[in-house]
């Protein structure tokens, strides 16, 4: 099976950084499109990152020139570079990915454990 594991996450002070990480294993023949998502107690999950094969990004507007998503294709790696946090980035960070694990087989969507950022005043 695939597994998505993430990393990286823990507590920091309003204005530090962190860098998740989320490595993709198992029966993998490739990854069309990795993210992350975060969910906040009491609010829904939204999308905060993505990034395609090609290498185009999409941002959360409230993310926007704070965050960097990155992708490292041969080890099947994502990564998210926060900075600047904020007490409102605080949630658990899931990462998602499209993955084919066989040529004939159709993508589907894979989700992390989830990993818990908490940014303190």
């Known amino acids: 099976q695939v597994q998505l594991v993430e990393s990286g996450g823990g507590l920091v002070q309003a204005g530090g950084s962190l860098r998740l990480s989320c490595a993709a294993s198992g029966s993998i023949f490739s990854i069309n499109v990795m993210g992350w998502y975060r969910q906040a107690p009491g609010k829904q999950r939204e999308l905060v990152a993505v990034i395609t094969s090609g290498g185009s990004e999409n941002y959360a507007d409230s993310v926007k020139g704070r965050f960097t998503i990155s992708r490292d294709i041969a080890k099947n790696t994502v990564y998210l570079q926060m900075n600047s946090l904020k007490p409102e980035d605080t949630a658990v960070y899931y990462c998602?990915?499209?993955?084919?694990?066989?040529?004939?087989?159709?993508?589907?969507?894979?989700w992390g454990q989830g990993t818990q950022v908490t940014v303190s005043t």
């Open positions: 998602n990915a499209d993955i084919r694990r066989y040529s004939y087989s159709t993508a589907f969507r894979y």
